[in-house]
């Protein structure tokens, strides 16, 4: 795998979706106080949050017609939400979109570019409990073409668990997170909990970033998320990678997977990391990975 990636202030990241130019020209991207934030470790729903996200902002826009034209334009493009994706100019490009920004990151909090607590800019941290990231992420890992494969499950878990991974450690990252969990500017929410109640989690939502919303709207976006709509879609919203992408959708996948000396070692990882924290609390450790 050495060959597809390379590493930037100590995480390794893949060479064909990132590169070092771009992380330098992200520390001078202006973020504004109405973009639309989403930061989460990969694997954990991003891109079915970020749907949802993108209907909160096009429903919202249907009183400015202009501006929804502007945005359906863009979207075909659709290279510039990932922070770190793509070429160094794509910061210049979005620079005056004149819509709400919907924008995305796997990237720790202290790599993000300092105008986002400056210019008061929201993010929505998605987490998913940590043993179905990691299944979630081996399958990924080896059917998607751009990111480094494993030979084996337990190769991949071992990578994972000590953080040599891309986009680097799970537990980095969620102490990262947790640092941050009583900024008013940032709401935590989980994969588990959108699976349980997503209505009630799209009405928070709605609520943290301010958007105005009928019932009828919000009915709307509840139907275009659920797995089975994102997955029948998936081909034109993600073009061949959809399939990768939507692969079950479940909670407690890890169990195919795991074998009990795995589910031993995450115990312990998770006890020395996370079990004391607020955002280890929030993930419901117990509930979803016994
Ligand atoms: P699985 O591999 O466990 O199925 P990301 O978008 O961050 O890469 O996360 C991908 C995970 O989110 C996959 O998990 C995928 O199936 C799941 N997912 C995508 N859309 C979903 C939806 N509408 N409802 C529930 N889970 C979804």
């Not at 909090?109 to 300092?114: A, D, F, I, S, V």
């Not at 990391?273 to 004391?276: M, R, T």
């Given at each position: 795998p050495e060959e597809n990636v390379f590493s930037y202030k100590g995480v390794l990241y893949p060479v064909l979706l990132c590169s070092p130019a771009t992380f330098e020209a992200l520390e001078s991207f202006e973020a504004r106080s109405d973009d639309v934030l989403l930061a989460g470790?990969?694997?954990?729903?991003n891109n079915w949050i970020l749907q949802i996200l993108n209907d909160l902002v096009t429903a919202d826009l249907k009183k400015n017609k202009e501006a929804l034209e502007e945005r359906m334009k863009h979207e075909e493009k659709g290279d510039y939400t990932f922070l770190e994706f793509g070429d160094p100019g794509k910061f210049e490009r979005i620079k005056k979109l004149p819509f709400r920004r919907v924008l995305a990151t796997h990237l720790l909090?202290?790599?993000?570019?300092?105008s986002i607590s400056k210019n008061n800019a929201k993010i929505l941290m998605l987490s998913r409990n940590p043993k179905d990231v990691a299944v979630s992420y081996f399958h990924f890992s080896n059917g998607m073409p751009l990111l480094p494969s494993f030979k084996t499950w337990d190769e991949f878990f071992n990578a994972f668990v000590c953080g040599e991974v891309v986009w680097g450690s799970y537990f980095d990252y969620m102490i990262e997170w947790n640092k941050r969990i009583n900024n008013k500017n940032i709401m935590f929410i989980t994969y588990e909990e959108l699976k349980e109640n997503l209505i009630l989690g799209v009405k928070k939502i709605t609520e943290f970033f301010e958007f105005s919303m009928t019932e009828e709207e919000l009915q709307a976006v509840m139907d275009r998320s659920s797995f089975q709509a994102m997955n029948e879609n998936s081909h034109s919203t993600h073009g061949t990678f959809g399939n990768i992408l939507f692969r079950k959708g479940a909670i407690s996948d890890w169990k195919t997977l795991f074998t009990e000396a795995q589910n031993q070692e995450m115990e312990r990882k998770f006890e020395e990391?996370?079990?004391?924290t607020k955002l280890g609390a929030k993930i419901m450790y117990k509930k979803y990975c016994k």
């Open positions: 470790y990969p694997k954990s729903g909090p202290g790599c993000l570019p300092t990391c996370l079990a004391e």
